[in-house]
């Protein structure tokens, strides 16, 4: 299992799971502090600019696999 979570891929997979926690820990904070709160235009602003971020990020993990996969031929 240690060898997996410290693998390059676990780490990408532990990265990927912090920046959600990350995510929801802000929308949290920002749905606390905000004045109005957030409404459905902010949190859609906001969840559509995360997995944006997410689907460029599953990406790289994709194509850093693909190399991965090819160099061990």
């Known amino acids: 299992m ?6 390059d891929l ?8 912090f920046s959600f ?3 929801l820990v802000a929308l949290t904070v920002l ?3 905000l004045p ?4 459905a235009r ?4 906001l969840v559509v600019g995360y997995l944006l971020f ?4 599953t ?8 190399i991965d996969a090819r160099e061990n031929v």
């Open 10 to 17: 676990g780490v990408y997979a532990l990265s990927g799971l």
């Open 31 to 33: 749905s606390a502090t």
């Open 36 to 39: 109005g709160g957030l409404d």
């Open 2 to 7: 240690r060898e997996r979570l410290t693998s």
């Open 21 to 23: 926690v990350v995510f």
């Open 54 to 57: 997410l689907s460029a990020y």
């Open 59 to 66: 990406a790289a993990w994709y194509i850093y696999t693909e």
């Open 42 to 45: 902010r949190t859609a602003g």
